[in-house]
């Protein structure tokens, strides 16, 4: 057998860069490059080994580990996970700056390989600086911390460890149902462990995502509630998107008349002027798609998690009794909350029923009797986010609008936390497939910015808007310089509302008094005057304040053409815009409270039932 004498860290990037897919116009490498941030723990090992590779695996530097991850991240949904990218961070305190954003990964199935600096092996120096010493455990570290949000967790503590791992690390990453965050802790006195590796290990892999064919009996059962149903729906989830399944499911409702509604991570799944597409579902949805769900007779959730914003905390769409299919890759969410599985890639699902169906569709009077509702919502969604008519402070729907008007066909809006992920699921109209980047299962302030370097590195040739609101603008937003440093623009809108502004209006819909989320609610000596335009340009963008939705218009124009990415910010209203859509969250309220508005709260709590 040939060998090659090199470090495990060598033989991990090499073969890292040998792995590739198919992309649209032929092979092209699964893993678009590292994201490092360097410290002791992984300068030397895969520091020296990634300078080594140069250009076959790119490294790019960032300023947060968190940040960078989320960046990673990004990538792989805006790829729709056909490609990722990897995460090396020191030990310690830049391994557990990445666990959030692992957790992120984890609960949007989204792949991500992170690369965690250990300690010693050896562990002949310990304790080494960052170590965490457990008292009892001698085999914890920090990546501990990684191992309830990764799917698959492993510590290299011999090269010879990674001819299984690193396979194995990959099957994960490209599985449609296992997908989701991979990390590898890597020990610092292993990374820089020569080894005899075969050369075969390293020869090209062209790696093939696989296409799960639903089970006939399950397809049946699908088929068969279908024809029989008067009021059916369909969710798309955000699995419609990873399976590639968007032009499939507009074919199909094409030919059925079922209608769709969108979950947060499916949305755009149709245009959203598609005529079967009733818009957002759930507590953040459209009145229409929820007057749907709560009239259907049927429910078909198609790739999507049925998390709580979706189902209105179960209440919009088990009311009733009602029949509820789940066709999932996963089986874990195909079982849920009762549906009827049916465990299988959306795409061949809704080829195979259209097959089957053989001319059926949906009852006309049934997509006729939501034309109303449909229209009404329509002329709500222009009226709330058309230019105000006087002074004062917009709202987030206004600026929303502006925001719509001035971007482009392509272009992809990304968002995270706050109001806004509300207001745009309701009211940003896609155009475009992929034109609607939230990261809603983890809602992670901070993603923002730092996704939006993602998007556009993955989506470099459409234009990435990112809204954001001052609080996630001020968790984290050091990645703006990174999108200055790499070229890679964003077109960022940042909506002042002074504070949690969500939070407040939560608090105050559970009784609660303002207090400590506006910051005028906050304790406080001096309340700072934030300037945000002068941070942002202090950190390489263009940036300008503007005072009304006039403003903000022609600075998003001015920063269509700009070479570089561009902050607009803009005061905003704390209150909400008022367009809703009804449906419920369950937020658990005080059983006994000294406020008489708590009390109220409770009552109408557990006037639905909740609480006990
Ligand atoms: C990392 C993280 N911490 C806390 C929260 C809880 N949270 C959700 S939205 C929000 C406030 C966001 O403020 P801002 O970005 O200004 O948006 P606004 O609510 O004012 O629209 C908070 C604290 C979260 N989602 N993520
Ligand atoms: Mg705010």
Redesign the pocket.
């Known amino acids: 057998m040939n060998t090659i004498r090199l470090t495990a860290a060598q033989a991990t990037v090499r073969w890292l860069a040998a792995q590739s897919v198919e992309g649209d116009g032929g092979p092209v490498p699964f893993f678009a490059g590292v994201w490092a941030i360097f410290g002791h723990g992984n300068v030397a090992g895969l520091g020296e080994a990634l300078h080594g590779i140069g250009d076959a695996l790119p490294t790019y530097r960032a300023h947060n580990e968190q940040g960078m991850a989320h960046a990673a991240i990004a990538f792989a949904k805006a790829s729709n996970r056909r490609r990722a990218m990897v995460c090396t961070s020191s030990i310690g305190p830049g391994a557990t700056n990445m666990v959030t954003a692992a957790a992120l990964a984890h609960v949007n199935r989204l792949p991500v390989l992170f690369l965690p600096g250990d300690v010693f092996a050896s562990r002949r120096p310990d304790p080494v600086l960052q170590q965490v010493e457990d008292f009892g455990d001698g085999t914890v570290s920090a990546n501990d911390c990684f191992r309830p949000v990764s799917r698959y967790f492993d510590r290299i503590a011999r090269p010879e460890q990674l001819l299984d791992a690193l396979p194995r690390a990959m099957a994960v990453l490209i599985d449609p149902a296992d997908c989701g965050p991979v990390t590898l802790a890597f020990c610092q006195d292993t990374q820089a462990q020569a080894y005899d590796w075969p050369e075969s290990f390293f020869e090209p892999r062209l790696w093939h995502f696989r296409r799960v064919e639903p089970d006939p009996r399950e397809l049946w059962m699908l088929r068969d509630r279908l024809s029989k149903a008067k009021r059916p729906l369909i969710i798309a989830g955000g699995g419609v998107h990873y399976a590639g399944a968007a032009d499939i499911l507009a074919d199909f409702t094409r030919a059925t008349g079922v209608p769709v509604a969108e979950t947060q991570a499916g949305k755009g799944a149709l245009a959203w002027n598609h005529p079967a597409n009733l818009g957002a579902i759930g507590v953040t949805g459209s009145a229409v798609a929820n007057k749907a769900a709560d009239e259907a007779d049927l429910i078909i959730g198609i790739g999507t998690r049925l998390a709580d914003f979706t189902t209105g905390s179960r209440r919009l769409i088990h009311n009733r009794g009602r029949d509820l299919v789940q066709v999932n890759v996963a089986a874990f969410d195909a079982y849920k909350q009762g549906a009827l599985p049916v465990v299988g890639d959306g795409a061949r699902v809704l080829d195979l029923l259209a097959a089957g169906l053989s001319g059926w569709t949906a009852p006309a009077g049934w997509v006729a009797a939501l034309a109303d509702a449909r229209a009404a919502w329509d002329a709500q969604v222009e009226a709330v986010t058309a230019p105000p008519a006087g002074p004062g402070l917009p709202t987030d729907a206004q600026v929303i609008g502006a925001v719509q008007r001035s971007s482009a066909q392509d272009a992809i809006m990304v968002c995270a ?4 992920p509300g207001d745009l699921h309701k009211l940003w109209r896609v155009k475009r497939p992929g034109g609607y980047h939230m990261e809603y299962g983890y ?4 993603y923002e910015i730092a996704g939006g370097v993602g998007v556009a590195m993955a989506q470099p040739q459409r234009p990435v808007h990112v809204m ?5 603008y001020l ?1 984290m937003n050091s990645e703006l310089a990174v999108s200055v440093m790499l070229g890679t623009k964003l077109i960022v809108t940042l ?1 002042d ?1 002074r ?5 407040n209006r939560l608090q105050a819909a559970t009784g609660g008094a303002p207090f400590n989320n506006l910051l005028a609610d906050a304790r406080h000596r001096v309340m700072p005057d934030i300037d945000f335009a002068a941070h942002a340009a202090s950190l390489g963008a263009i940036a300008e304040k503007v005072a009304d939705i006039a403003g903000l218009e022609a600075a998003l124009a001015r920063a269509r053409t700009a070479d570089r990415s561009t902050v607009i910010v803009i005061d905003t209203d ?1 209150r909400p815009s008022d367009a809703g859509g009804g449906a419920w969250w369950e937020v658990a309220v005080p059983e006994t409270s000294p406020r008489e508005q708590v009390r109220q709260a409770r009552a109408a709590y557990e006037a639905k039932g909740r609480g006990t």
């Open positions: 936390a706050g109001g806004l809602s992670c302030m901070g954001v609101g001052d609080g996630s968790m909506l509302n504070g949690f502004g969500c939070i704390p």
